[in-house]
């Protein structure tokens, strides 16, 4: 299912291809999320949250949580300055500024079916939206094709903690915890470099230059598969850790489970 929706999404974006049209009467009350399966090049991966009551949109969410060491949500990252987007002369407003207005017009229009984007993702139809929509509307009704999400224990929004200190090797780990309807429904896990020049964790295991003897996989393939096992427990506290810090509980994870006390940890927050 998974690899079917990638493939959806790639034709959204590339050809324009349309998703079937979502009757909102149709669409059971709840929160609703979906996400992208993978960062882009720029080093982000988006995420839409959408609740329904009564049929018709109530909240609508678009944010991101990203690869580039220490980004806590793209949101956050605009906002604080840090994505860089009005410094393109075209562009009046940042990232998440954007975002907002995009979020806006869904829930006053109840526009789903979303039709007026031009051949390059972009529209003329939403006052304060100059940057690419299409991705938006794609998550959102991938989003409410699922079903919502379970009702958790948590504060909603995006979580994040870090160690203190670099260790031996030069690294700090961190993650980003994403909260929906009460649930965790995403951890990153990567690790920011003392060497300004290395990017962060999770890029550099990919390029291969973070490099380990792992029968498991490379860094980045254990901590995609302990990430998981958190979402899937819906408690950290629920995956044991043995006295040097690696877990048995998690399949494929051979290296130290820092991902567990981090996430803990930043989700001490949203109790």
């Known amino acids: 299912m998974k690899r079917f ?41 988006e995420q839409v949250i959408i609740e329904v009551n009564n049929g018709k949109i109530v909240r609508a969410v678009w944010n991101g949580v990203s690869n580039i060491a220490g980004a806590v949500d793209k949101k956050s990252y605009a906002a604080a300055g840090k994505y ?25 229009t109840q526009d789903i079916n979303f039709s007026k984007i031009k051949a390059d993702g972009k529209t003329d139809a939403i006052t304060g939206a100059t940057f690419t929509v299409s991705e938006f509307f794609t998550l959102a009704k991938k989003a409410l094709a ?45 690790g920011i470099p003392k060497d300004p020049a290395k990017k962060s964790k999770l890029v550099e295991s990919q390029l ?21 096992a958190i979402v899937k427990a819906g408690d950290p506290a629920k995956i044991v850790l043995k006295a040097d810090g690696k877990t048995d509980a998690v399949s494929g994870v051979s290296i130290t489970a820092n991902a567990v006390a981090l996430t803990i940890e930043a989700l001490k927050a949203a109790k």
């Open 5 to 45: 929706f990638s493939v959806l999404l790639i034709l959204a974006a590339i050809t324009g291809v349309a998703f079937a049209q979502v009757d909102l009467s149709k669409v059971k009350n709840g929160v609703y999320f979906a996400e992208d399966e993978a960062f882009s090049k720029t080093g982000w991966k």
């Open 84 to 108: 860089g987007m009005v410094k393109a002369s075209s562009i009046k407003a940042e990232w998440d500024a954007q975002a907002k207005a995009v979020e806006e017009y869904l829930v006053k």
């Open 146 to 190: 699922g079903a919502p999400v379970a009702k958790g224990a948590y504060k909603d929004g995006w979580y994040y903690a870090e160690q203190p200190n670099f260790d031996k090797s030069g690294w700090k780990d961190y993650v980003v915890v994403t909260v929906v309807n009460g649930s965790i429904v995403d951890v990153v896990w990567s």
């Open 208 to 228: 291969g230059t973070y490099k380990m003897n792992a029968k498991q996989g490379e860094w980045y393939v254990q901590s995609e598969r302990l990430c998981q």
